[in-house]
Structures are given as structure tokens and as C-alpha cells.
């Protein structure tokens, strides 16, 4: 029920993720039960326990790297409700993503260098809400690291101010984003993939604990 996911997730040693739609499979309780499990926080801004209104995960999180800070915020599609089982969310809602977004930057922006969102919105144009939109109405995001709709950005996109990168799906891409920031201001952001050439040259050999936990 997912917690084989947990001992990948946690040796490949992530900062932070957003749920997306299908890690709800198991439905919500064992989703929020398998993140106790994680060495890194599930953020979600958006998704709350549909009787008590109280957010069903930490909505951000803060890091201080080389002195600069930077807030993680995550984000997740209401369409969720229907891209699993209804019943895998029964007891669960899906706040609007842009309100959410803005609350967000109100609250971050004053006191953080960098604001970035992790989010399961996608670009998809049958979406109600994707990505772009939260870009386009909300000012403040430096960047968005997106998924749900399995777009491969071999540069990413930019909308407004914001630099949305997305890698495809399942891990066939890793992505690169550099922000380069000069007296607590963004002075430069570019997002690419890595080729499966430099991929090659940086690790020639699987690595030994993942390889450990995968046979396991």
C-alpha cells in the first residue's frame, strides 16, 4: 500500500514533494500515514480535512542556503478528486490553488529571497486550473516546479515572472534549475534536462544503497 515508495523516496533524499492525484490510491488517511514514514515534509497548501477545515499537510517550508531563503510551498490539482477514486478522498477537500498561492506569497514573500512552489497542476488545456494560470495571477512565485501533466520543458516556460519546469513523468528526466541571487533579489533563473550522456558521466554506476533498497 505505497510503502515501498517511502524507502525510495527517502534514499534518494528529497527536500520536499507535493501529492499529486495518484498518491492518493490508498485513499487520504494512508497518504498522510506513509508521510510520517518520509525524511522530508509533503507540503500542500490546498488539500484540507473535509469536516474539521484544518490543512491535511504542512503547507511550506523553509530552508537557509549559503544565506539565502528560500520557501517551499506545495500545491495540488482539485482534480484529484476525480483522477483517483471519489472514494479515496471522501473525507478531503481541494481548496483553489490560486487563493491558496496567494495566501502563500503574502505570507513568504516580505521575509524570503526565493519563493518556489511545488506543485501538481500541470499544463494541460482541459485543466480548470493549471500551472500558467497560478503564474499569471499570482506574482511573487520564482519558480514552479510542476507535474500532472506529464510535460517534458526541455527549458522550462516562463509566465509573468515565473520560470515553470516540468521533466515529463516517471523519473525519464532529471531537471536542473539554477537561481542565481544577488543581494536578496533573483537576479537570474534558467531550468534544462540533463542528457542521458551527462547523466552517464556523472554516475557510470548505480548507486550501492538504492540498488540495496530496490533488491530488498
Do not use: W
Not at 523553509?62 to 483517483?84: Q, S
Not at 528526466?173 to 544577488?182: A, T
Amino acid at each position: 500500500r505505497g510503502e515501498n515508495m517511502t524507502l525510495i523516496l527517502n534514499e534518494l533524499g528529497y527536500d520536499a514533494m507535493a501529492p499529486g492525484s495518484h498518491d492518493f490510491n490508498y485513499g487520504s488517511a494512508r497518504l498522510v500515514e506513509l508521510s510520517h514514514e518520509l525524511h522530508f515534509p509533503v507540503l500542500s497548501a490546498n488539500i484540507v480535512d473535509a469536516q474539521t477545515g484544518k490543512l491535511l499537510f504542512a503547507p511550506y517550508k523553509e530552508f537557509v542556503l549559503d544565506g539565502v531563503r528560500v520557501a517551499v510551498f506545495g500545491l495540488t490539482t482539485a482534480e484529484t478528486a476525480f483522477k483517483t477514486s471519489p472514494e479515496n478522498v471522501k473525507n478531503v477537500k481541494f481548496l483553489d490553488p490560486i487563493e491558496a498561492a496567494r495566501k502563500m506569497v503574502k505570507k513568504l514573500r516580505k521575509n524570503h529571497d526565493v519563493i518556489i512552489a511545488v506543485t501538481h497542476l500541470g499544463i494541460d488545456a482541459s485543466s480548470k486550473i493549471t500551472s500558467e494560470m497560478v503564474a499569471a495571477q499570482v506574482p511573487g512565485i520564482d519558480v514552479m516546479i510542476d507535474g500532472h501533466s506529464h510535460t517534458v520543458l526541455t527549458q522550462g516556460m516562463t509566465t509573468g515572472n515565473t520560470l515553470i519546469a516540468q521533466t515529463g513523468c516517471y523519473d525519464h528526466n532529471l531537471g536542473c534549475v539554477r537561481i542565481q541571487v544577488k543581494d536578496h533579489k533573483v537576479i537570474s533563473k534558467t531550468a534544462s534536462l540533463y542528457t542521458p550522456e551527462e547523466l552517464k558521466a556523472m554516475a557510470p554506476e548505480p548507486d550501492k544503497a538504492m540498488q540495496a533498497t530496490i533488491d530488498g
